[in-house]
Nanobody, 124 residues
């Protein structure tokens, strides 16, 4: 059974940093592209960052470019999201997701598995 578990969320002041981790089990991690999405209260879920199978190619949403970094470790079945210079508008529930497809990595509909999410709150 596929399982994704996020960790590392919490409360941080604006300008601070957090590192989110997603540990995966139940499927062949290296065969899946991995992404982070987020959903703020009252808003639609949005793409944050994605990484392809080997980790060589990464993608970012416009609002986080230059501040967030996604990476993966296929030996540990782990994907991380380093978030720097956090802003109050980054506050949301962050979700880890896995896709075996070849569609646009920023499109939610192609994802096979999702984690339960971890809350990130940035205070001003």
């Amino acid at each position: 059974q596929a399982q994704l578990v996020e960790s590392g969320g919490g409360l941080v002041q604006a300008g601070g940093s957090l590192r989110l981790s997603c540990t995966v089990s139940g499927f062949t991690f290296k065969n899946y592209r991995m992404s982070w999405f987020r959903q703020a209260a009252g808003k639609e879920r949005e793409f944050v960052a994605g990484v392809e199978w080997s980790g060589a190619y990464t993608y970012y949403g416009d609002s986080v470019k230059g501040r967030f970094t996604i990476s993966r470790d296929n030996a540990k079945n782990l994907v991380t999201l380093q978030m720097n210079n956090l802003k109050p508008e980054d506050s949301a529930v962050y979700y880890c997701a896995a896709t075996s497809g070849y569609g646009h990595i920023k499109t939610m509909t192609g994802y096979n598995y999702w984690g339960p999410g971890t809350q990130v709150t940035v205070s001003s």
